[in-house]
């Protein structure tokens, strides 16, 4: 079995730590003194570890590491031990080609620009506007992450069509210990890195695209996972609960973030229901920890998961305890319009500050992220 390494550090003077959890009935165990703090290694089976420290007597709580609070009220901390595994089979994916040849191109800002003319986007038809989409719009926005953020596109076991519309993902990902932020665009013609093609094209990526988000993660210490799940004529299901299962989960990520556009709020649904069905019976009923406590929590912009046949039992409770939704509304931005207990959708309702399906994303980015910095 695994060794899992407690360290604690108390914040003031202290002549005893112990830690007591569910791996040891909750029988105190003494830790190590060391200069870095009080230590200890544990021998524990695969699955979810809660435990609590015990100083001088009395029963504390570690703030900087993953918590829940149980049924009873106290706070506990969590350990998740994987299992042992042979590392997953991840390949990297070309970046799409970019087609320089097309009339418009992105200036600095970010705005969509005849070369020539030197005037913002003008529709002159489907096929134009398909091809500039596919051909340059598109491929610009990924390379973009690629080169800015470092979140590349990778295909993996279990996601049968990742060579054509691959998962884009941070660099040094299933390693990192710390935050993850999960992007899940909504339906339609868009890929990974687009919440809205129509605002690409006539306003700006500063709206319409996910580098907004990309770049504020990397600023705050998150990497990222960016779903796509679109295909030609329907949103694969499949596709985000594989990336949910083999590169989010699969990640030694510590706490998941999860923002989701439109359909994307499906996607959420379908996830929670079949982790449901996964982990019924995981956790020990008296515990009182949720299905996966690493999913800290899910903003939802626009979502039109209201009714969804995967939302009831516990899956619907646990969205309740995680998610907020930003939908469209002219009150400020973040302004409370439906509490939880009075919400048709399962979870608190809040104001995007917006009108327009596509711009809530933007429109409610610092609201939240800064919901997302009170879990921390």
Known sequence: MPH?????????PCTSVCIGGMFNQWEPEKMTPTEAGWTLSVELEEGLHPYKYHVDGEWVHDPTM???TDTEGPINNYVRVL???PPLDLTPVPLPPLDDTLPYGYEEDGV????VKRHGFQFSGDRDYQTLNEGYVMPYIQRRMAEMYQVVPLCFPGDTMS????AYVSEGLMGHRGRVLVLIPGSGLVEAGIWGRALCCND???????????AQAEREGYKVVVMNPNRRHRYDLDHTLAVWRHLVLGSAASEIYVVAHSYGGIAVA???????KEREGDAPAESGMCVN????????TDSVHGGSRYLHGAALEWLGEVAVQYRTSPNPVDTLECALGDSMEGCEVRSAGVMDHASTNEAAREAIFNRFRQKW
């Open 4 to 12: 899992v390494t407690f360290s604690y550090v108390h914040p003031t």
């Open 66 to 68: 993953p918590s829940y």
């Open 83 to 85: 299992p042992d595994s």
């Open 112 to 115: 969509l620009t005849h070369r």
């Open 163 to 166: 060579t054509l519309r691959p």
């Open 204 to 214: 700006s990526l500063q709206t319409g695209s996910m580098l907004p988000y990309l």
């Open 270 to 276: 379908h996830i929670l229901s079949e982790t449901v």
């Open 293 to 300: 406590p690493r999913l800290t929590a899910v903003a939802l």
